[in-house]
């Protein structure tokens, strides 16, 4: 469930939709599949086992299965975590704020230029943004110190299929507001001519963002999953879930953004937020739905922010000998000092440039989307294929005791399939640049 809570937040409703929007719609979203299954789910499964054959979190994992060298790729995955979680809770911050905006009706209206300026407005101040994101900093740092990862995995238990019911209503809605129907064709209906040589690496960056690979989530997670839990139906049920839901909230926004008249490719990051509030608009008691939307949406996201914590809070464990609390508190400080920069990148720094062209946000996303969870996750498929090999299966087993009839070619695609794909697609990009 926390694995599941982990993969399915943000990333499927508010990342998935503007980034398929940015890199051409449906032939990306075709890439997206293939690079889920080809990649996505023989990973998932690598990291839940090597979490399980190990006990450890990812530094200690990599260096007890393998050596000294190896655990430099843990070390890479917990810096990974740290710089996700140092972007992910501005986005965080901006669910709670517009839960406010649904409740005063700010937004209560289908006019996109002043959906568009309240988005402005709001992200571009420093104090609201900044509290935002401070408070839920606060929430994520509090479910870590409390223990109450068990009380908040119910509530979500119980919450997430009532997130996903909003979801299917919403996409009734959308597609069926006016000149949407393009906007479901983009979505669906693949134009090869809209591919260059940013979508593959976009779709890789994407699927690994989306399943919370390549920064040690899992591997943590896995550490923590009771034998009785069979691995494969845990991670065949994981990705399925995280599809469905990115496709869902593709279905709403991608049409609502044809019918509020933005070009694909234009949305960037407040697209989610920009266009649903119109959908809302629309509906019945619109606000009321707005408002349990983003309420679900802010929850989805605390599923999801607690994971990368989790991680940087266990190294600080296991290799620093720091109690939770300590932990707990110094990560989310560190992280949150990193996040005030990437808030203030939206507003007064905008023109702040790290990477060439590229926000302090945008930098941050890029290197921990693009680059650490990609490369992460090719060093532990070559892990788990080359040096754990057959021994990985021990984690794959049946509770019978059964292999699994596909675990030769499990290790097969480990070894040779995703390292040699993920490895293309990142040349090919540099190359490309
Ligand atoms: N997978 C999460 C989402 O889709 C984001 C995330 C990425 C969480 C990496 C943890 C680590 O929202």
Same mark, same amino acid.
């Given at each position: 469930m926390?694995a599941?809570?982990?993969?399915?937040?943000? /990333?499927?409703i508010?990342?998935?939709?503007y !980034?398929?929007?940015?890199?051409?719609?449906?032939a &990306? #979203? +075709?890439?997206y =599949?293939?690079?889920?299954?080809?990649?996505?789910?023989p990973?998932v499964?690598?990291e839940?086992?090597l979490?399980?054959?190990?006990g450890?979190s990812?530094?200690?994992?990599?260096?007890q299965?393998?050596?000294r060298?190896w655990?430099g790729?843990?070390?890479?995955?917990?810096?990974?975590?740290?710089?996700?979680?140092s972007?992910?809770i501005?986005?965080?911050g901006?669910?709670l704020a517009y839960?406010?905006?649904?409740l005063t009706?700010?937004?209560?209206g289908?006019n996109?230029a002043?959906l568009?300026?309240?988005?402005?407005?709001f992200t571009g101040?420093?104090?609201?943004?900044?509290?935002?994101?401070?408070?839920?900093m606060?929430g994520?740092?509090?479910?870590i110190l409390g /223990?109450v990862g068990n009380?908040i995995e119910? !509530?979500a238990k119980?919450?997430?299929?009532?997130l &996903? #019911? +909003?979801?299917i =209503?919403l996409?009734?809605r959308?597609v069926?507001l006016?000149?949407?129907?393009?906007g479901v064709k983009?979505?669906?209906?693949?134009?090869w001519?809209?591919?260059?040589?940013e979508?593959?690496?976009?779709?890789v960056?994407q699927?690994?963002f989306?399943l919370?690979?390549?920064?040690?989530?899992?591997i943590?997670?896995?550490?923590?999953?009771a034998?009785?839990h069979?691995?494969?139906?845990?991670?065949l049920a994981?990705?399925?879930?995280?599809?469905?839901?990115?496709?869902?909230?593709?279905l709403?926004?991608?049409p609502?953004?044809?019918a509020?008249?933005?070009?694909?490719?234009n949305?960037?990051?407040?697209?989610?937020f920009?266009?649903?509030?119109?959908v809302?608009?629309?509906?019945?008691?619109?606000?009321l739905?707005?408002f349990?939307?983003?309420?679900l949406?802010?929850?989805a996201a +605390?599923?999801?922010?607690?994971?990368?914590?989790?991680?940087?809070?266990?190294?600080?464990?296991?290799?620093?000998?720091?109690?939770?609390?300590k932990?707990?508190?110094?990560?989310?400080?560190v992280?949150?000092?990193v996040?005030?920069?990437?808030?203030?990148?939206?507003?007064?720094?905008?023109g702040?440039?790290i990477?060439?062209d590229?926000?302090?946000?945008d930098?941050?996303?890029?290197?921990?989307?693009?680059?650490g969870m990609?490369?992460?996750?090719l060093l532990?498929?070559?892990?788990?294929g080359?040096?754990?090999?057959?021994?990985?299966f021990?984690?794959i087993?049946?509770?019978d005791?059964?292999?699994?009839?596909?675990a030769?070619?499990?290790?097969?695609?480990?070894?040779?399939?995703?390292?040699?794909?993920?490895g293309w697609?990142?040349?090919s990009s540099?190359?490309?640049?």
């Amino acid at each position: 469930m926390a694995a599941a809570g982990s993969a399915v937040g943000l /990333g499927n409703i508010w990342k998935f939709p503007y !980034v398929t929007g940015d890199s051409g719609g449906a032939a &990306f #979203l +075709l890439i997206y =599949i293939v690079c889920i299954f080809l990649f996505g789910l023989p990973l998932v499964l690598a990291e839940l086992s090597l979490g399980r054959l190990s006990g450890k979190s990812p530094v200690a994992a990599f260096r007890q299965m393998g050596n000294r060298g190896w655990s430099g790729v843990g070390g890479l995955s917990v810096l990974t975590a740290f710089m996700v979680l140092s972007f992910y809770i501005v986005v965080c911050g901006w669910t709670l704020a517009y839960m406010y905006f649904e409740l005063t009706g700010e937004i209560d209206g289908t006019n996109q230029a002043a959906l568009q300026q309240t988005f402005t407005d709001f992200t571009g101040g420093v104090w609201a943004p900044i509290i935002c994101a401070a408070v839920f900093m606060i929430g994520t740092a509090g479910v870590i110190l409390g /223990g109450v990862g068990n009380g908040i995995e119910r !509530v979500a238990k119980i919450l997430m299929p009532i997130l &996903f #019911l +909003l979801l299917i =209503i919403l996409v009734f809605r959308a597609v069926t507001l006016p000149g949407s129907w393009e906007g479901v064709k983009f979505f669906l209906v693949p134009d090869w001519s809209r591919l260059d040589g940013e979508t593959a690496t976009a779709a890789v960056g994407q699927a690994f963002f989306s399943l919370s690979l390549g920064e040690g989530v899992m591997i943590t997670y896995g550490s923590y999953m009771a034998r009785r839990h069979h691995l494969p139906t845990d991670a065949l049920a994981i990705v399925g879930l995280d599809t469905l839901v990115a496709i869902l909230a593709g279905l709403a926004v991608l049409p609502a953004m044809f019918a509020a008249g933005i070009e694909p490719g234009n949305g960037g990051p407040g697209t989610t937020f920009m266009v649903l509030p119109a959908v809302f608009a629309e509906m019945p008691a619109g606000w009321l739905f707005g408002f349990f939307f983003f309420l679900l949406l802010a929850i989805a996201a +605390l599923t999801s922010a607690i994971s990368p914590l989790e991680v940087m809070v266990r190294y600080l464990g296991d290799e620093f000998g720091l109690a939770r609390k300590k932990a707990t508190i110094l990560s989310a400080l560190v992280s949150f000092a990193v996040a005030v920069p990437a808030i203030l990148s939206f507003g007064p720094w905008s023109g702040v440039h790290i990477l060439p062209d590229s926000s302090i946000f945008d930098s941050l996303d890029f290197t921990a989307t693009s680059i650490g969870m990609p490369v992460g996750g090719l060093l532990t498929a070559l892990f788990l294929g080359w040096v754990i090999g057959p021994r990985a299966f021990q984690a794959i087993r049946h509770p019978d005791g059964r292999l699994p009839i596909w675990a030769g070619a499990w290790l097969f695609v480990l070894r040779f399939i995703t390292p040699l794909g993920i490895g293309w697609i990142l040349l090919s990009s540099l190359i490309m640049d």
